[in-house]
């Protein structure tokens, strides 16, 4: 399934990375601290995370995720979607809980 079908289906919001909305996702991670995304995401994840920092951009390029979904409404910065742009990181924000995103994915087929 492609990034971009999730992110229509899901109506979420591309903050950074558009280009690589045709991204194939193999799967889903669900975790809010960096040091377990990066050892339990894999490459081709969409991770789903309320944090939109700088250092989400960094854990999504090192593990080659499809791309990320900050959840709750959580700000992004500029600063943080420039990045992003810069490493080919997709960003999509949504108002949604992690947990109605999570449970969006499933449906999905998202696993």
Known sequence: MRLRYIADALGLT???GQEGLDAEVTGGYAADLLSCAMAGANKGNVWVTLQG???V???ASLNEL???IVTEGKAIAMET???AEEEGVVLLQTP???Y???GR???LGVK
């Open 105 to 107: 994915l499933w449906d």
């Open 96 to 98: 949604l809980s992690s």
């Open 14 to 16: 591309v903050k950074a």
């Open 100 to 102: 109605q995103v999570i």
């Open 81 to 83: 979607a420039s990045k």
């Open 66 to 68: 499809a791309g990320v």
């Open 53 to 55: 920092h700088l250092n």
């Open 57 to 59: 951009v960094a854990v």
